[in-house]
């Protein structure tokens, strides 16, 4: 029985690992741009097309093994139920960063809308870019939370019988899920975000995930929403 919940957790925390360590090494194969209509932005498609697929992937894994071990979204620290009792306003404010992705470039950019982004350059630049941001931006915060947060914290700190490192971590590999390392600005720039999403999701007495997902959907629909 031991040795079953062992694997348990081995199998349940294996995205946690895995997950980086592709993305970082660039073991993810992408969906061709052929696919994709505009040849100037067709990297840009391919590259969140293929996070907003590839992220739903592990979110059916892990929920795959979730089911296998008779493990339930309160046990990872995520009430479920809570975003259909806040509805009323959740709908309205998901609705806001959808409106606002689509008027971003005329105001924005006017008629001369760019070849890539004018801040972070693999920003979404065009109205229909934007958009879909906004859906890749709930996968994320739905995926990566339940994975690094949910999962990651709730298990590490099963296996190694201590809270905080676990939160460093997952720190870590939430940092390389976003690429390779390019520099400590950006490494320490990740790491600290997840730290204190980490912090967020271990500080209370009951773990609120579903805060920290909508948090996560907040900071990435606003690259969307406003950046340009």
């Known amino acids: ?26 073991l993810v194969p992408f969906l061709p741009q052929d696919w994709f209509s505009d040849p100037t932005r067709a990297w840009w498609w391919s590259f969140a097309t293929t996070i907003f697929i590839f992220e739903w992937l592990i979110f059916l894994f892990i929920r795959s093994r979730m089911e296998a071990g008779s493990v339930s979204w309160k046990d990872i620290g995520l009430d479920v139920s809570w975003f259909s009792r806040n509805r009323k306003w959740l709908i309205p404010y998901v609705l806001f960063f959808l409106v606002a992705a689509v008027l971003a470039p005329g105001f924005l950019y006017g008629e001369d809308i760019p070849n890539q982004g004018q801040i972070i350059p693999i920003t979404a ?28 914290l709730t298990f590490f700190s099963k296996v190694l019988r201590n809270k905080w490192i676990p939160a460093v971590v997952t720190s870590l590999c939430f940092v390389f899920i976003h690429g390779p390392f390019r520099d400590w600005v950006w490494f320490s720039q990740y790491f600290v975000i997840g730290l204190l999403f980490a912090i967020g999701f271990l500080a209370p007495k009951r773990p609120r995930l579903e805060i920290l997902i909508l948090i996560h959907f907040t900071v990435d629909a606003s690259l969307a929403a406003f950046v340009p």
């Open 125 to 152: 630049v065009s109205w229909s870019e934007r958009l879909f941001f906004v859906f890749v931006s709930m996968t994320a915060g739905i995926c990566e939370e339940i994975t690094f947060r949910g999962i990651g």
């Open 1 to 26: 029985m031991k040795n079953r919940f062992k694997l348990n957790y081995l199998l349940i925390l294996a995205p946690v690992i895995i997950w980086p360590i592709l993305w970082s090494n660039g």
